[in-house]
């Protein structure tokens, strides 16, 4: 299994490297490679995960392309690399895209339909999250009534804070902050039920939208394992946490060997590594509908 921890092409310069993507400047657009890497507790650990990438940049097409009726996306091509990128085409392919560069809004878009993760926490000391009043009695994972819009600030370093809507709008303004939650809530609720018959509980998920000469645009990635919490329906069992597809499993590891979340990370076991990379794998399959190729 090949993997791709981080990208180092002869006499090019890496514009940014996040948690897991690297990101070349093209002028006035970007080559985005999704690596293998995994953060967990906002801290990169030195344990690569094969296909991760893959999946991350495959999955991410998949609901770009059937969600593109409900607003336009930035990708321009994932297999068309210009000079001197497609001499690295072997590297690059299935994890790479050339985007249009917009202008990222300074705010995670965040939609929940059922009661985890930091909201779950909000929820047990004020009874709300992010503000939003919610009905007493309500248990971990349980299903909320409808789904809800919980923005986060996005931080550069360590973890996001969830923010109420109204510092949402002071960050970005009224009107646009209505019209990304408008639109991050479609996508959940389409998402959703495209996922449902499928087996898969589509518990919460980010979204980021950025401006380009004054359009819309959904950007980075869409509706992966790593910003989304996938639960298999067949285990679903609320009043605690859920078996997922996505690297919760890796946390769960992380918070059974009580490591402090601090750098530098613990390596991952090989049966943790196999474990977690077939967990994404099988997200793939399951909404893709086909194999990861």
């Known amino acids: 299994?090949?993997?791709?921890?981080?990208?180092?092409?002869?006499?090019?310069?890496?514009?940014?490297?996040?948690?897991?993507?690297?990101?070349?400047?093209?002028?006035?657009?970007?080559?985005?490679?999704?690596?293998?890497?995994?953060?967990?507790?906002?801290?990169?650990?030195?344990?690569?995960?094969?296909?991760?990438?893959?999946?991350?940049?495959?999955?991410?097409?998949?609901?770009?392309?059937?969600?593109?009726?409900?607003?336009?996306?930035?990708?321009?091509?994932?297999?068309?690399?210009?000079?001197?990128?497609?001499?690295?085409?072997?590297?690059?392919?299935?994890?790479?895209?050339?985007?249009?560069?917009?202008?990222?809004?300074?705010?995670?878009?965040?939609?929940?339909?059922?009661?985890?993760g930091s909201g779950w926490k909000d929820y047990r000391v004020t009874g709300k999250i992010c503000g939003i009043p919610l009905p007493s009695g309500l248990h971990e994972s349980d299903r909320l009534p409808e789904p809800i819009f919980t923005p986060a600030t996005k931080a550069a370093s360590g973890h996001d804070e969830n923010i109420s809507f109204e510092r949402a709008a002071a960050l970005v303004g009224k009107e646009l902050a209505a019209k990304v939650r408008a639109i991050s809530l479609e996508i959940y609720r389409r998402a959703a039920a495209y996922a449902e018959p499928r087996g898969i509980i589509l518990a919460d998920t980010k979204f980021e939208f950025g401006l380009l000469h004054d359009e819309l645009l959904w950007i980075d990635e869409a509706l992966t394992p790593d910003s989304s919490r996938f639960w298999p329906a067949s285990h679903y069992s609320p009043g605690g946490p859920q078996a997922s597809f996505d690297k919760q499993f890796v946390r769960d590891y992380l918070e059974r060997m009580q490591w402090p979340k601090t750098p530098p990370g613990p390596e991952l076991p090989p049966e943790v590594v196999e474990a977690t990379r077939a967990k994404y794998r099988e997200a793939y399959r399951i909404l893709a509908g086909r194999e990861l190729d």
């Open 1 to 116: 299994m090949k993997v791709l921890r981080e990208t180092q092409f002869a006499g090019l310069t890496l514009a940014a490297r996040g948690k897991v993507r690297d990101i070349y400047d093209l002028g006035d657009k970007l080559l985005i490679v999704a690596t293998d890497r995994l953060s967990a507790f906002d801290v990169i650990l030195p344990t690569p995960i094969p296909d991760k990438g893959r999946v991350l940049t495959q999955l991410s097409l998949f609901w770009f392309r059937l969600l593109e009726d409900v607003i336009p996306n930035h990708v321009l091509s994932a297999t068309d690399f210009p000079a001197p990128f497609d001499k690295f085409k072997a590297e690059l392919a299935g994890r790479s895209m050339v985007v249009r560069k917009a202008q990222p809004l300074p705010i995670e878009c965040v939609v929940r339909g059922y009661v985890s």
